[in-house]
């Protein structure tokens, strides 16, 4: 059983950067996949960014290529999302999952644990 708790939502003027971390409870962090997904209102939840269990590889969605970037501390029992040059469709509520494939899956399907989600709000 993983439980995930993220942090580091709020407002921000576009432009701005903010991060996010999601802390992870359980011994086994460090075996699955984690995920960043984010969903605006009225719109399916979607893949952001991914990042394997060493940190080594890791995926982000065109939309965010450039500008976000997923990393992860196994120690810790973290994992985080750094995003800059913010715009306004960033707007969206975040949420951190894990995962006991290995590889990146866009399927919010294969995704065996979710945190509650934070809400970035980006503003114009």
């Known amino acids: 059983q993983v439980q995930l708790v993220e942090s580091g939502g709020g407002f921000v003027q576009a432009g701005g950067s903010l991060s996010l971390s999601c802390a992870a409870s359980?011994?086994?962090?460090?075996?699955?996949?984690m995920a960043w997904f984010r969903q605006a209102a009225g719109e399916e939840r979607k893949l952001v960014a991914g990042?394997?269990?060493?940190?080594?590889?890791?995926y982000v969605a065109d939309s965010v290529k450039g500008r976000f970037t997923i990393s992860r501390d196994n120690a810790k029992n973290t994992v985080y999302l750094r995003m800059k040059s913010l715009k306004p469709e960033d707007t969206a509520v975040y949420f951190c999952?894990?995962?006991?494939?290995?590889?990146?899956?866009?399927?919010?399907?294969?995704?065996?644990?979710w945190g509650q989600g934070t809400q970035l709000t980006v503003s114009s």
């Open positions: 999952a894990a995962s006991i494939y290995p590889r990146v899956v866009i399927s919010t399907t294969h995704y065996d644990y």
């Open positions: 359980g011994r086994s962090f460090s075996s699955y996949y």
């Open positions: 990042v394997n269990w060493s940190g080594d590889s890791t």
